[in-house]
Structure formats: structure tokens, C-alpha cells
């Protein structure tokens, strides 16, 4: 046999594997509400071959490349617990077994490791809470397909209604539309499943989840109690209200609290995930997930600020086109957004730096911040330059983020790539707040600069699904727990 047919047999060999997993990884979310990760990469759902790739992704992060025979016997072992709702890494659970000096086998190694997800621990599945989508554009669509593919057991997030501005044609012919939209996306592509239309019921239905498109131009107009929606959380994702004032109109019966996709003004809490989502007050009716960028920006901020201090910063975001610039030069309330967005690098200004403080107030010192719009229709990057509190090396940095990506409890906002040759297109689809490039990564005494990849769509999508499961009390814990 040659080194080729080796290589072959190999692969068809994990192939096997692969596919044996993902029955296992499907009944435990169907039934049991536990979502399977590896390195913080559900792999609910997910193909023969992403099961594969998202294991060799480990050796990026991790250094070498997981196989499926190491975190088989895991999976395994899990399928004889008696599992709560809980999210269950295995890449950790095959990662610190190996650490482990004791002698267990895997199946008490496991059982040990997720004990807080079992038996008298374990948390009880909950009624399923309603979701609201206020608005229907580039995030709205986005979260939908995020709450429609977390659907799981039925007890989790349950996407009841979607509230949009009539059109100007039939209501018929623009609720196709919006169904056609959430099908397929350019950027994106295409939707995982299968989604109907009722014309006559004003329903989308995806993947089995009915869904009412509600048709109003104001929240005064709808009734959300006459559909049977209660108790809901709405995600206002039109950005026209931003103040507390504005967005309590939404408070209506039916509707329990509202979450802004942008940045709150005022008092509106701004909530980045994983930094301050845990100091939402249990009364608190209204906040905002503040903007991609700032999503983007503060988990490493705070990253940096815990092991080596912060004295001062910049941010300068190269972000990508949005819909509020023009396709060609044309009036614009904004002077340089009139430009056109595709032909052009254009300068404007961006909020991130100043929401720093409302998601960070520890942090003292000043960051300053600025942007340019490129045209590339999805993936920025935030260019991080810090004076630190000590001096430090490049390779003492890069060592720090690579751990704090993989068992911190920052490690599904921070991720870490050494690609050698990444580009912005590679990270379209990422579900990080954002991505270091460790390439990229300059260190100089105590002055670094970290360059963070983020998906301006996606991945700001995925933190505001987090911030909406924590308060909605179905956001469940991590096994084996990430590494204070």
C-alpha cells in the first residue's frame, strides 16, 4: 500500500467516525436541550466534513490537530449520563483528560467533569420563552436564523412573530419577499433548511417553527397578546428608538423586555457578553448589545486590562459597507456617507471608543477611537494599539490570548488564528465577538497592537442571541467550566 492509499484510508476511517457522531450529537439536543461543542464550535447540525474541519481548526488554537478517535469515546460516555440542558465541550473534556495524571477512565473522567449538569444538579428543561423581531433587516434576519437553528428541544428561545412596515405592493407579494430574504443571503448563503409561506395566515414556517409576520408602523399598532405571544423578549433591530424613553413603547402586554442591536443612549445599559452581561439587574426591562465594533473591541480590552493593565488606547476600525451609505454618490444627512460605499474608502466616525466606558467603567484609561468604511460588504477588523501597565514580549501576548481563547471564560467571544496568509473572507460566518491574528499581533515594551477580525454581521448576531438566552434564563452552562 502506498503513502497516498494510507492517507485515504485515514480519512475514510474519521469520515466513519465522524458520521457516528452525529446522531449522538443530535439526539442529546433534540432531547436532552445539550448543545455539543468543541473549542466553543457547536457541532449541532453540522456535516461529516465540518465535523472534521472543526476538529483540525483545534491545531490553530490549540497547537495540534484534535481527532475525532480522541473525543469519540467522550461523546460516548456522555449518552450514558442523565443530562441537564448544558453546553459540553468535548475538545476540553479530551484537552484536560490528558492533563489528568489520576488514572480514570473516560467515562468517570467525563462524569466528574460534567457532574454539575447531572442528577440532582442538573438544571430542569424550562417553558420555552417567546422572541419578538422588531424590524426585519440585515441583524433581524440573521438572529432569526440563530434562534430558528437553537430551536433544539422546543424549551428553549421559540421565535414567535416578526414586525415589519407594510409594503408597497400586496402584503402577499412582500411576505414572499421577506421569506425569499431569509432563504438566501449573499453573503451568508443559503438558509439550513426548509421554510413555507401561508399567505393567508401572514406565516413564516422554518424548519418547522410558525412564525407571524406582523404588519405595523408603529409598536402602538400591535397587540401581541391577540397571537398568544406572552412574556416575550423583543430585539428591536431598526435602531430607531435608542433611548429608554423610545424603547419602551415596545413595552406593550405580551412583551417583557427589549433588547436593542445597537448602542443604547442615556441610561440604556450597554451589554457587551461575557464582560458585563452578568450585572443585568433581574427588573431591568430595557438595554442594548452596543455595537459590533464595541463587541468586537472590549472582551481582548479586557483581556489585556486583567493581565497587564491598560494605561491608554486607539481603536481605528476598518469596517465593512453598510446599508445607511449610498451605492453611488448621492444625498446623505452624513457628509462622507453620501459617497459611494463600493467605490470608495470612506471616513467616518464610530461610538466604540466612548461605549468602552459603559461596558467597562474598571477600566480608567482613555481610548480613544476612528473608522474608515472599505468596500467589502461583511468582516471588519479593529486595529488595537495599548500602552500597557508592564512590559511584556510578543510571544508572552500571543501565548495569553491563545489560552485565554481556549479555557477562559472569554473563550466564545475571543478567538485566535495563526493563518499566515488570513484575509477578511475567512471569517465571514466566524460566531466570535471577534478573532486575534496572531500574524498581525505587534509587541513592543510596553506598547502592543492586536489586530481583531470580526464578522460585523454574524458574529455581533451570535453575542446578541448570548445576551437574550442569559436574561431570558436559558443560557446554560459550560462543561467542563472555562478557567477564572
Not at 25 to 33: A, N, S, Y
Not at 105 to 133: H, Q, W
Not at 186 to 191: A, R
Not at 353 to 365: C, D, H, Q, W
Request: with cysteine; glycine share 8%; charged share 25%.
Amino acid at each position: 500500500m502506498t503513502v497516498n492509499d494510507d492517507s485515504f484510508t485515514n480519512w475514510k476511517n474519521r469520515e466513519e467516525i465522524a458520521e457516528s457522531m452525529i446522531p449522538i450529537v443530535g439526539k442529546l439536543h433534540r432531547e436532552r436541550d445539550v448543545t455539543i461543542l468543541l473549542h466553543s464550535r457547536s457541532l449541532v447540525n453540522k456535516s461529516v466534513v465540518s465535523i472534521l474541519k472543526t476538529h483540525r481548526f483545534a491545531r490553530q488554537i490549540a497547537g495540534e490537530e484534535l481527532s475525532v478517535t480522541e473525543t469519540l469515546p467522550f461523546l460516548q460516555a456522555l449518552t450514558t449520563l442523565d443530562l441537564g440542558p448544558s453546553q459540553i465541550d468535548i475538545g476540553m473534556l479530551a484537552a484536560t483528560y490528558k492533563a489528568d495524571d489520576r488514572g480514570l477512565s473516560v467515562a468517570d473522567f467525563t462524569a466528574e467533569a460534567v457532574a454539575g449538569a447531572t442528577g440532582a444538579d442538573k438544571i430542569e428543561c424550562r417553558e420555552p420563552r417567546d422572541v419578538v423581531l422588531y424590524g426585519f433587516g440585515r441583524i433581524g434576519r440573521l438572529v432569526a436564523r440563530l434562534l430558528i437553528e437553537k430551536s433544539g428541544s422546543g424549551n428553549g428561545l421559540r421565535l414567535r412573530a416578526i414586525v415589519v412596515r407594510p409594503g408597497g405592493g400586496r402584503a402577499a407579494e412582500d411576505l414572499v419577499k421577506r421569506a425569499s430574504l431569509l432563504r438566501r443571503d449573499s453573503i451568508h448563503g443559503q438558509f439550513q433548511g426548509t421554510i413555507t409561506v401561508d399567505e393567508t395566515d401572514s406565516t413564516i414556517t422554518a424548519n418547522g417553527n410558525e412564525i407571524k409576520v406582523i404588519y405595523a408602523n408603529d409598536p402602538s399598532e400591535v397587540d401581541y397578546t391577540a397571537y398568544g405571544i406572552k412574556n416575550a423578549i423583543l430585539i428591536d433591530n431598526t435602531g430607531k428608538w435608542r433611548d429608554r424613553a423610545g424603547l419602551s413603547k415596545h413595552l406593550r402586554p405580551g412583551i417583557d423586555k427589549v433588547v436593542l442591536t445597537a448602542p443604547g443612549k442615556g441610561d440604556v445599559p450597554n451589554i457587551v457578553h461575557g464582560v458585563n452581561h452578568d450585572m443585568i439587574k433581574p427588573d431591568e426591562q430595557i438595554l442594548s448589545c452596543a455595537s459590533c465594533t464595541t463587541n468586537a473591541i472590549v472582551p481582548p480590552l479586557k483581556a489585556m486590562a486583567d493581565e497587564y493593565g491598560v494605561l491608554r488606547g486607539h481603536v481605528e476600525t476598518v469596517h465593512s459597507f453598510t446599508n445607511d451609505q449610498n451605492l453611488l454618490d448621492n444625498y446623505h444627512s452624513s457628509d462622507r456617507r453620501g459617497r459611494s460605499a463600493p467605490l470608495n474608502m470612506v471616513i467616518t466616525e464610530t461610538g466604540a471608543a466612548s461605549a468602552v466606558a459603559k461596558a467597562l467603567p474598571e477600566l480608567k484609561a482613555p481610548i480613544t477611537g476612528s473608522s474608515i468604511r472599505v468596500p467589502v460588504p461583511d468582516v471588519s477588523i479593529a486595529i488595537l494599539s495599548l500602552r500597557l501597565g508592564r512590559e511584556t514580549d510578543r510571544e508572552e501576548v500571543l501565548d495569553y490570548l491563545r489560552n485565554v481563547s481556549l479555557t477562559s471564560p472569554l473563550k466564545r467571544q475571543i478567538d485566535f488564528t495563526t493563518a499566515p496568509d488570513a484575509v477578511s473572507s475567512d471569517f465571514i460566518g466566524s460566531r466570535h465577538a471577534s478573532i486575534v491574528d496572531a500574524g498581525a499581533t505587534k509587541v513592543d515594551g510596553d506598547n502592543a497592537i492586536l489586530y481583531l477580525w470580526y464578522d460585523n454581521e454574524f458574529g455581533y448576531s451570535c453575542q446578541v442571541i448570548r445576551v437574550v438566552q442569559h436574561v431570558s434564563g436559558v443560557e446554560y452552562p459550560t462543561y467542563p467550566a472555562p478557567v477564572a
